[in-house]
């Protein structure tokens, strides 16, 4: 799992906390420096390797998204270590605009996938992938997940695809994963046009940097 | 947010990041000692305050659960501390078998209260609670969750009660948590009897030490 300055912490530890018992020890937190990774809503995780020190072979390679996304997806070294180990991992996957930094390593060069919906229909096209409005998608072996939250839902499907159904929905129930939010707002549609304009102006700086990032990547 | 060793990260960082717009620069994440402090699956957060330095009046003292929860129920400095900051906190709140330490710490005498599945019934009447199967149960100033998964429902319904529906529903748009899990395995009814099980096969120590702390807190 690849950590950076203002990562989303949620796009990780939820998918995380849910593939965490697949293989106990085997989990890598990888980042340019070992230490404290600051994410963009006030927590720090802590990286344990630095990037060259990644295993060479692995069952998922897996990127978050944030708004320091775009940082990334113009960061040559970054774009070298995700192509490196995704030309040999099983399984390469994505949180929000995650999707965007593997789009910017070429990593989704003629694949369906998604991403936030703040970014998936004005993004992903310029990064080669073809914009798809479903929560998980997966193309071959790649599997991204919409926006922070669903990265749970990732976290379920991928487990199922390594170990099988009722492995999942062991992991499911231990995580108490019956979700009833108290509002119906999670999407553009169900939120209305009013929450969306306040969405949308939070989000505002992260969309244009990533359209920036993707135009200047093409261009 | 307290966090401790074997703490279940989901729980803090679930609804951390749909709270953490309410008050930016205002989150204290405190532990016995700064730095990082191992979650319950291979994650570490970073602490950046002791106990002694957390800030005497709070908006919200938020305990996660985990693993690691029943010595915590049983740490004097931990009980004496959410005392302490919940005699002056205008909420008081966990996810998990963090509504266990607050139980411990006698701050649930008499309250409804919740607590993931495997140890609600069993652990919260002997902590003097009413144990109420909801997924996010609200008594005065007290707010607990159900399991892990629940602290994303407890942190919307808590913005809400802070700064109104509208607040927590443009959290829930950025969040894009409009959750579709691809199983139907969040509680034991849904599960059925083999998955759950097996989930309470993973849980039998967590619920054994919890209801083994309890007993001894109160004879």
Redesign the interface.
Known sequence: MLLYPGM???D???P??LL??LA??S?H?VAKDVG?VPSD??????ATSRLDAAPRDLDVLFVPGGEGSPAQMLDPEIRAFLRDRAARAAWVASV?TGSLILGAAGLLEGYRATS??CVRASVLPLLGAQPVDE??VFDRNRVTA?????G??LG??LA?RLRG??Y???A?????????????????E??GA???Q??RA??ERLSEQSRAAALSIRG
């Open positions: 989303t912490a949620l990780l530890v939820g995380q906390t965490a018992g106990p020890g989990l937190l404290p809503s006030g927590i720090s995780l802590l929000c936030h919906w929560r998980v919409a926006g922070v939250s669903a749970l839902d379920l499907a199922a159904a009722d999942a929905r062991t499911q129930l231990v995580a108490e994963y019956a979700p009833r939010p108290p509002f119906r707002a999670g999407t553009p169900e939120a009013e929450i969306t306040a969405a939070i989000l």
